[in-house]
């Protein structure tokens, strides 16, 4: 499917970060729907920031869910890639090279309703 949308194997800029995910969730999720609901209320945690490049911790959701494949599909379905600050794993939508944005830390209830 990503050969078909003319994909990079390695994608980095936001869109084609979250189009690889989408590929990923439907084809190889083993439960997509919850892939894309999670990455929903990622989605809407960053509007609500009001910030247009923003770098999260995702560390809560994983201590929540224990699903790391899911977590890690529905960031990269809102066009977040991984970077390192020392020992800690963030995400942002920040192109490589650009500053990180403001960070935002998702708790368990930015999740109501999953």
Not at 29 to 51: F, M, N, R
Request: charged residues 25%; proline residues 6%; contains cysteine.
């Amino acid at each position: 499917m990503r050969e078909a949308l003319g994909l990079p194997d390695d994608p980095t800029g936001p869109e084609e970060i979250g189009l690889a995910a989408f590929c990923d969730t439907v084809c190889h999720a083993e439960y997509p729907h919850d892939v894309l609901a999670l990455g929903g209320k990622i989605e809407t945690a960053i509007i609500a920031s009001g910030e247009r490049v923003v770098t999260l911790n995702l560390s809560p959701l994983l201590d929540l869910l224990y699903d790391r494949q899911m977590v890690e599909l529905a960031a990269q379905l809102c066009g977040l890639r991984k970077v390192k600050r020392g020992a800690l794993t963030l995400w942002t939508n920040a192109e490589p090279g650009d500053p990180l944005g403001r960070e935002i830390t998702l708790t368990a209830s930015d999740l109501e309703g999953f």
